[in-house]
C-alpha cells in the first residue's frame, strides 16, 4: 500500500514565509510516513457565490487536491489575531458549494508559527473552530511555534532540538489518526 497523501496549506502567500519553511520542515520529519503536496492557495480567486454553479479552474483544481489527500496539514501565520485572509478564501472555497464540502471527515493537524510568544496561537484556536464545524476530524493538542531564527533552514532542517522532537510527536500522532481513517473512512459531516 503507498504511504498516505498529506496536502499541505500554507496559510502565507508571501515569498519567504516562515511557515513555508516550517511545512518544509515537517514534511521533512514526516517523509517516512507520508508523500506530501505543498497544496497551492495564493492564486485562487476571492470567493463569490455568483461563481459556485461555475467553478474557476484554480478552484477546481484546489479541491481536487483536497479530494485526493488522505490527509490536510495546515501550517499558518496569525494575522491580526485571526487567520491570514489567503487561508480563509480557501477554506470557503473548500466549503463550497453546499453539498461539495471538501473537508467533512478530512483528518487535519493545523500548527503555525509566528514571531510572536504565543507562536500563533489564535489564529490556530480561530482555524481549529472554524474546520471543526466545517466537519474535519483534527488531531488533538496545541502546536503553537514561536519563531526563532534557527526555526528551520532552507534544506527543511529543525535547528532546536526539542522543538524537533515537539513536532516529530505531532507527526507520528497524525501519521497514526491518518492510518485509522484512512483504513476506515470516516462518514462525512456535510
Ligand atoms: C497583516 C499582518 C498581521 C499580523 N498580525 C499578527 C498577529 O496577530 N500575531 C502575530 O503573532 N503576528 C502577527 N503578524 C506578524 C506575522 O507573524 C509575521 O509577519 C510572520 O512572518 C507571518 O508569517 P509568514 O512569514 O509565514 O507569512 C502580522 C503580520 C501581518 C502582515
Known amino acids: 500500500m503507498p504511504k498516505p497523501l498529506l496536502a499541505v496549506i500554507v496559510g502565507s502567500n508571501r515569498k519567504d514565509s516562515i511557515n ?3 511545512a518544509q520542515a515537517m514534511i521533512k520529519l514526516g517523509a517516512d510516513k507520508f508523500d506530501a503536496k505543498i497544496v497551492r492557495i495564493d ?4 470567493y463569490n457565490q455568483d461563481h459556485e454553479n461555475d467553478l474557476p479552474p484554480e478552484v477546481v483544481r484546489f479541491k481536487n487536491d483536497i479530494a485526493r489527500a488522505d490527509g490536510v496539514l495546515i ?10 485572509a489567503v487561508l480563509k478564501n480557501a477554506v470557503d472555497w473548500g466549503a463550497r458549494p453546499w453539498g461539495k464540502n471538501s473537508w467533512a471527515g478530512k483528518p487535519g493537524f493545523i500548527t503555525g508559527t509566528s514571531p510572536g ?8 484556536h480561530h482555524l481549529r473552530s472554524v474546520m471543526t464545524g466545517l466537519g474535519m476530524i483534527l488531531l488533538g493538542g496545541e502546536a503553537y511555534v514561536t519563531f526563532k531564527p534557527n526555526l528551520a533552514d532552507d534544506h527543511g532542517n529543525i535547528g532546536d532540538e526539542n522543538t524537533r522532537k515537539f513536532l516529530q510527536d505531532f507527526i507520528e500522532r497524525f501519521a497514526f489518526l491518518v492510518g485509522r ?5 470516516a462518514r462525512s459531516a456535510a
Not at 75 to 83: C, G, K, L
Not at 181 to 185: D, F, G, K
Request: hydrophobic share 35%; aromatic share 0%.
Open 20 to 22: 513555508r519553511k516550517l
Open 43 to 46: 492564486d485562487l480567486p476571492m
Open 75 to 84: 501550517v499558518t501565520p496569525e494575522h491580526d489575531r485571526s487567520i491570514p
Open 117 to 124: 510568544a504565543i507562536g500563533s496561537a489564535l489564529a490556530q
Open 181 to 185: 481513517l484512512r483504513s476506515e473512512p
